[in-house]
T-cell receptor
Framework: GNSVTQMEGPVTLSEEAFLTINCTYT??????LFWYVQYPGEGLQLLLK?????DKGSNKGFEATYRKETTSFHLEKGSVQVSDSAVYFC??????????FGPGTRLSVLP | NAGVTQTPKFQVLKTGQSMTLQCAQD?????MSWYRQDPGMGLRLIHY???????DQGEVPNGYNVSRSTTEDFPLRLLSAAPSQTSVYFC?????????????FGSGTRLTVV
């Protein structure tokens, strides 16, 4: 079945540092890939997505590229802020199948 | 505002009590689901529905019932609450299952069973 693997963290960075959160997946067919973010005490919000190979999703300075050859969808941001502290979930969706989430990566950004 | 609305936001139950967590969406989404989120466990699928009148079990269905009489509503019922059901519950919807738009999540219900 489909699955998602991501680094579990926690990840602690200083403000303005570069962020990478790795995500790899296993799926049949051509899934859509997503990153969700969960701020403390809130629900999950869609951060970005990519629906086909080589697509780049981007939002709020975050980027991720759908790499079919390496089955990866790594999340990156060039300069993190304290306000980026949250839990980040990688996920995939295939037509007719339930969503599959990774375990989440907690990011803490220190001033 | 369009989206997924969950009520209540917080609830404390005694062991053995029953209750219903409400979920409503106004986006005409076909697919709705319930997740629970526990520390270190990520999100686990409880039940889901691909449309009105159709429900199915997810990964952790025991102790929970659902029904889907309308497209908009997808309530989750706890039949006899147990401390193991202390968790944060999220309802989510999507159109359709496996679609490219992803899930829209509610803000969650934090449930404590004592």
């Amino acid at each position: 079945g489909n699955s998602v693997t991501q680094m579990e963290g926690p990840v602690t960075l200083s403000e303005e540092a570069f962020l990478t959160i790795n995500c790899t997946y296993t799926a049949t067919g051509y899934p859509s890939l997503f990153w969700y973010v969960q701020y403390p005490g809130e629900g999950l919000q869609l951060l970005l997505k990519a629906t086909k190979a080589d697509d780049k999703g981007s939002n709020k300075g975050f980027e991720a590229t759908y790499r079919k050859e390496t089955t990866s969808f790594h999340l990156e941001k060039g300069s993190v802020q304290v306000s980026d502290s949250a839990v980040y979930f990688c996920a995939l969706s295939s037509y007719g199948q339930n969503f599959v989430f990774g375990p989440g990566t907690r990011l803490s950004v220190l001033p | 505002n369009a989206g997924v609305t969950q009520t209540p936001k917080f609830q404390v139950l005694k062991t053995g009590q029953s209750m219903t967590l409400q979920c409503a969406q106004d986006m005409n989404h076909e697919y709705m689901s319930w997740y629970r989120q526990d520390p270190g466990m990520g999100l686990r699928l409880i039940h889901y529905s691909v449309g009105a009148g159709i429900t199915d079990q997810g990964e952790v269905p025991n102790g929970y019932n659902v029904s889907r009489s309308t497209t908009e509503d997808f309530p989750l019922r706890l039949l006899s609450a147990a401390p193991s059901q202390t968790s944060v519950y999220f309802c989510a919807s999507m159109a359709p299952r496996g679609g490219v738009y992803g899930y829209t999540f509610g803000s969650g219900t934090r449930l404590t069973v004592v």
